[in-house]
């Protein structure tokens, strides 16, 4: 058995000193596994110009360095990355750490496959061997907007995210189990309450996580909050950021294979995640953005992830590798528009480009 605690939260582009109070209220209560997912950790323009970096960025330092801080050496680092304004790091304790190098593996949602949205994950083996449980954490953010068309354009990006995201041939569905967390950007519609959620409704259509599943959610909103910590009144509150689980057992394979036809799920009552239970679902009262963190913590039975080998249904995108190369070229565009409307020197050489270009065209 292992705990492990998975901790979500939208920075609103902010920095310290709320990273420490995320930190502190993260790490309160033992686990074995954290993963601390974040979005809008920097602003996005400045982010996709370091999206495809191999190095990380001053922002998802300063995060790394507040829990590492809060920790104490208590538990390792084990996978650190980012895309765009989206951060994944996992911290793992010493006597569990993967005898394995992590797999890594990210996509940009936003138009154009920019990472102005993005998905990103990391895969962990929790063992020597190859038929070693494995476990994945994905931190994700999802377009925003609301009404119908916002509501597919959502449910379209989980779809890409699934099938973009890859760990050397095997797709995240492959994984024993996934904690898919984030802000999902979903509604609670006209009604502005969890019974009319968005999420919960494309859930049992089976037009988005199929196989997922979400503990009980019996906190208030996590968007749109005003610096008084009240809610927006222009905004209708809404469950916005989410942590989902799966588990990968006979149960998930029709719902899998339904999904990618897009077809409803099939009706039955098979269990789809008794190898995971929740000990507790939250979230955390941590000020500083306009939105609230959420963080579970659940009991990951490794024995019984072990005893699954199911068929998963083969959903790979096969134009992956163009959706990559279509969004380097896109975030690298947008991070030179944004270095030249941002450095005034190099503002001031277009200007004076664009008027010698003018006087020999023109004269």
Aim: proline share 6%; aromatic share 10%.
């Amino acid at each position: 058995m292992l705990t492990v605690a998975v901790t979500s939260f939208n920075l609103a582009q902010r920095k310290a000193p709320l990273l420490g109070a995320l930190a502190a209220a993260s790490a309160a209560a033992p686990f074995d596994i954290l993963a601390v997912a974040v979005q809008e950790l920097a602003p996005f323009a400045e982010q996709m110009r370091r999206s495809h970096a191999t190095r990380l960025s001053p922002a998802m330092r300063r995060i790394v360095a507040a829990f590492d801080s809060e920790l104490g050496g208590t538990a390792i680092c084990a996978a650190a990355l980012e895309h765009g304004a989206v951060g994944l790091a996992v911290w793992v304790r010493p006597s569990i750490y993967p005898a394995q190098t992590p797999t890594y593996s990210k996509t940009g949602l936003g138009p154009l496959a920019l990472s102005s949205k993005a998905a990103i994950a990391v895969a962990l083996r929790l063992g020597s061997t190859g038929s070693s449980p494995t476990v994945a954490f994905v931190s994700a953010h999802l377009p925003a907007g609301v009404g119908p068309a916002a509501d597919f354009a959502r449910n379209r990006a989980f779809r890409a995210a699934a099938t973009r995201l890859d760990f050397g041939g095997r797709s995240l569905f492959d994984c024993h189990s996934v904690f898919f967390a984030g802000d999902l950007n979903y509604r609670a519609g006209l009604s502005a309450s969890f019974a009319d959620d968005e999420l919960c409704r494309s859930m049992r259509r089976n037009a988005a996580f199929p196989a997922f599943t979400e503990s009980d959610v019996n906190f208030s909103p996590t968007y749109k909050l005003l610096a008084s910590g009240t809610y927006n009144p222009c905004r209708n509150p809404a469950w916005c950021d989410r942590i989902l689980t799966y588990a990968r057992n006979d149960a998930a394979v029709p719902r899998i294979a339904a999904w990618r036809e897009a077809r409803p799920a099939p009706d039955d009552s098979s269990s789809l995640d008794s190898s995971i239970t929740c000990l507790r679902y939250w979230s955390l009262p941590v000020a500083g953005s306009d939105h609230l963190p959420v963080y579970a913590r659940f009991r990951l039975n490794l024995s019984c992830l072990a005893n699954y080998d199911a068929d998963i249904p083969a959903i790979a995108d096969p134009l992956r590798i163009y959706y990559l190369a279509l969004g380097f070229i896109a975030d690298r565009s947008a991070g030179v528009a944004y270095y030249i409307l941002t450095d005034p020197a190099a503002l001031l050489l277009l200007l004076v480009v664009f008027a010698a270009l003018a006087r020999t065209y023109c004269c």
